[in-house]
């Protein structure tokens, strides 16, 4: 398939495919419209990440949301169709596919309002309300198993494929099924107005490492995707779209720089702004930054393939709250001519000039039910903050030390101490939470933290984790996987309990390979010292001494991020990571979070320097020590009613007799049994509202559990 090579003046780009997340220079500007007029103009209608976003964006009510969203998409692909408003570079001859680059759920509120007893899955039936053509994977599919994507994907229209090139579902019985039946295909080709449009799928390739995809297989992307193209190409399909879930925008931007024959790149999972100077953007957005160019990400990002020619990579932010709108110009050959100047992002407001109502069905079959899920959780105040409590990624709990990523930590330390006797482990003496695991991506306010809030902050399934006596140059390895990518924004970076630490981010970072070995040691981490006052780390060198016990989740126990665990063992102690927030809160710290403890701005627990703060009191207290509070000396008050769930939620999968990571498949709850009601802000909770957690971990409010979910995990996309 050839097409018109552009000899302008934007930067190509030459560089390999090599290091996934690696930046690469791009060009970032429309393509030349060249003169004549096009044969055909495809209008590529898209989206991705909408994460179970279901009612509005975060922090913005006015904005987002699957039914404006579906309201939004309907009028588009009517106008589109229509050719209302067309540019003169475009055809009268026209058509639209409608595409989702993946997430299509994320664990949280408003998904646990879709395992409710006898509920319906609300984010299959907003996919359905919007009518793709196709969908791509993406990683938080896999977040509760296979089995739960399956039932996702079941209730998806059968008009709407879910492709794949790359992925290899034999090994999963539901998928499989559904693969069988064409639901799920490499690649799927929509007729429109007479032309056929091939839409091919890939999904990110170390999936394990962030999600629990179980014996699905991902290949890399290159080979797979290009032999599917090449296959359509056979059969004269001429206009081709790649919908991939590669994590980072400058991924797709080297993979399609190894590509030929690709019209257009649809990417998802980095949570990329794009944008023109006139495209309005929600509230609070900003356009990303390119890594590579330190310029703005304006819409296309132009990259240069294999064959020499230009290829449109796109992407939509997330949540709900862009359309995004890709005009695409063909001659009379099928050949990609030109991207048309209406291109770019469309958002999906409820309020102002280009306010949308939201569709009708959407509003009555999702958004009013999941509304009344939340609010519940919504109502239950279960802490009071005398600061705000800062959840946001980027400067934030993936760059740096924040109150909230502390108060996360220390939960975990205090719910691995406080349940360590129960379940035949050390006390802890170290607590750290991937910041990729701290989801709500905002700042809560000085005020009340709800149930909501910490379902927000924590949603995924994981269970709180000991990882007991690693050697001290193992911890090193583990603290300095945590600051390896700074000041890159990156879900590896830790927050910590128990420890301060202070790290050089100018020195060699640490890498490792998929299982957590290391290929190159680190040299950023400086001076580390627990809370006792115990120096592990002087001058960059390890200090001799004990072994060190490790309370984190399970996830990032398991290898997760690629932390260097290496296959230790580790037992999960009776609570997911979101009841363990919630019982230090409630419990520990009695319903305050004062300044005096979580000062924003952070503590200094992790500094940039030669040498770590002085812990508190110098060294005089313990090292599991919560904050405001003596750390638990007799073993656990109110032991967990059930036992650790199994596989990804609860230890590794196989394992099964609840020790070393190895769980059971019952249902697993935290220690606390019920929500504890903390002064009069609780007054009329209703008892009976329980936390319930599936089995495979998924932690949800309410006594009416639903259907088991075997697999849990979570990323950092």
Known sequence: MSRLVRASGALLLTSA???????????????DTPEGEAAFTLTVLHGNDPESALLHASAEPDFGGAARYTTLLHQLRDSENDGTGIGPDEAADRGVVTVNSGDMYLPGPEFAASQEEGA???DAIAASYAEYDAVSMGNHEFDFGPDLYAEFVGGLPESTTVVAANVDVSGEAGLAALEDAGRIAPSTVAEVRGEKVGIVGAL???????TSPRDVVVDEVVGPVQAEVDRLTGEDVDKIIL?????????????????SGVDAVVSGGGHEVMAGPGDPLVPGDEVTVHPGTGEPLSYPLLVVDDDGDEVPVVTAGSD??????????????????????????????????????????????????VTDYVAELADTEVARSEVALDGTRDPGVRTQETNLGSLVADALLDTGARNAEEYGVPVPQIGIQNGGGIRNSSVIPAGPVTALDTY???PFANQVAVVPEIPRSQVKELLEHGVSAAPTADGRFMQVAGVNFAYDPENTAQEVDEGGEVLVPGERVRNAILHDGTVIVEDGEVVDGDAITIATNDFSARGGDTYPFRDAGFTVVGSTYQGALERFVTGTLEGRITAADYPEGGAGRIVVGEEATAPPGNGGGTPTDPPGSPAPTDGPTDGPTDGPTDGPGGGKPGDSDGKDGKG??????????SLPVTGSALTGLVIAA??????????????RKRRTATDAGETDG
């Open 17 to 31: 495919l090599v290091v996934p997340f690696a930046p690469a220079a791009g060009a970032s500007a429309p393509m």
């Open 120 to 122: 319906p899955f609300y």
């Open 204 to 210: 990110f390739p170390p999936l394990a490492t962030i």
């Open 243 to 259: 919908i991939s879930h590669l994590q980072d925008i400058t991924y797709e931007e080297r993979v399609a720089q190894e590509l």
């Open 320 to 369: 709900y709250k862009y359309v995004g709108r890709l005009v695409l110009n063909f001659d009379a050959n099928g050949d990609l001519a030109s991207v048309g100047e209406r291109s770019g992002p469309v958002r999906v407001s409820g309020t102002g000039d280009d306010a949308v109502e939201p569709h009708p069905e959407v509003e009555a079959q999702v958004t009013k039910p």
């Open 456 to 458: 927000s902050i924590a």
């Open 664 to 673: 059971d498949d019952k249902d697993s709850r935290d220690d606390k049994g």
């Open 690 to 703: 329980l936390v319930a957690v599936v089995a495979g971990g998924s932690a949800l409010y309410l006594s």
